[in-house]
């Protein structure tokens, strides 16, 4: 074979080695890249499942349970709706607010309670009466429009240590032991570390409730002085009721209703009780400040300039678009 003929298949040889070592190499740092990836994840979800466990059943026989049933009008369903509750809660007080019926409700609700000490009912008459659900739901609390704080504390940063939930619950108790009511409706996960921490007399002033539903909620905070919450739901919703909210997290995934002066981001503490008494000394011009300041979210008219902007694309019409709220 003539020495150039040899020399040109060497030379091939040594770049088709090379290139297959090359392609070796890529396909090496490639897996590594994929396992890394996968250790990341996996590194990653062990660490949320650890900081986020199931909370552990607390035990209802450690609390008195009261239930608040608003109501108007509602002879038809009001005893069987009491005998309901009884029979799923045998030991809870059942508090009837009436508001003003002109039915049958109020004497049946009294019938009840001439048959059982654990049902009550307060009676509401006009014109304090029929002037929203929001409104029974204070009476039932014995609350004050912009008179009261309302609470909500569930995430596992507030709820895992003994160390952040009683930093929380503290200074809760000092706002109330000042004269202003909180409110705290409890989450599972929080009562659990109550009991488990051995909390409870952290809330002995305040006024603790079961969870409320979504209605129940945005009724009460949409009369409080002050919202105090790890929610995130809650930081967009305060900025439509024109409440202010101390957001008791490390960060939020919000900072919009921060920057438009709706809330802030405290730790648990003197951070957060600071903060409280200092807003809560000017209330009301806090709240007509509040009241003028456009949601950053929207106006909650979306819907409309969809639908607007849908058929016009379709052909039907120059329909005008729904302004955006002043």
Same mark, same amino acid.
């Given at each position: ?38 250790? %990341? ?77 654990? %049902? ?15 409104? +029974? ?27 952040? &939930? ?36 952290? &809330? ?52 919009? +209703? ?31 400040? &509040? ?20 058929? +016009? ?14």
């Amino acid at each position: 074979m003539p020495d150039a003929l040899h020399d040109r298949i060497v030379l091939h040889q040594d770049a088709v080695v090379w290139f297959a070592g090359l392609i070796s190499l890529a396909l090496v740092g490639y897996m590594a890249f994929v396992s890394g990836r996968f250790l %990341v994840y996996w590194a990653g979800s062990r660490h949320a499942f650890r900081h986020n466990r199931p909370a552990e059943p607390g035990d209802p026989s450690a609390f008195q349970w009261h239930l608040v049933i608003p109501c108007r009008d509602e002879e038809a369903v009001v005893t069987q709706t009491l005998d309901g509750l009884r029979a799923a809660a045998p030991e809870a007080h059942l508090w009837v607010i009436d508001d003003d019926s002109e039915d049958a409700t109020r004497e049946l609700v009294l019938a009840a309670a001439a048959r059982d000490p654990r %049902v009550h009912l307060v009676q509401r008459r006009r014109p304090h009466a029929r002037i929203g659900k929001g409104a +029974a739901l204070l009476a039932a609390h014995g609350l004050r429009p912009d008179g009261y704080v309302l609470a909500t504390v569930h995430r596992p940063e507030n709820t895992d240590t003994a160390e952040a &939930l009683g930093a929380v619950l503290a200074e809760l108790d000092r706002i109330a032991r000042a004269g202003t009511p909180v409110l705290f409706p409890m989450h599972p996960r929080t009562r659990a570390a109550v009991e488990r921490f051995g909390l409870a007399g952290l &809330l002995e002033r305040l006024a603790v409730t079961e969870p409320v539903g979504y209605g129940d909620f945005l009724g009460l905070a949409n009369h409080a002085a002050l919202l105090v919450s790890d929610s995130g739901g809650v930081q967009e919703e305060c900025t439509v009721l024109g409440r202010p909210l101390l957001v008791v997290r490390r960060s939020t995934e919000r900072p919009e +209703a921060m920057e438009a002066g709706f809330a802030a981001l405290v730790q648990p503490g003197e951070e957060l009780g600071g903060l409280a008494r200092a807003w809560l000394s000017d209330t009301p011009e806090r709240l007509a400040r &509040l009241a003028a300041t456009p949601s950053p979210y929207g106006d909650g008219l979306a819907s409309a300039r969809i639908a607007a902007l849908t058929a +016009a694309l379709a052909g039907r019409g120059a329909e005008p678009v729904v302004p955006l709220a002043a």
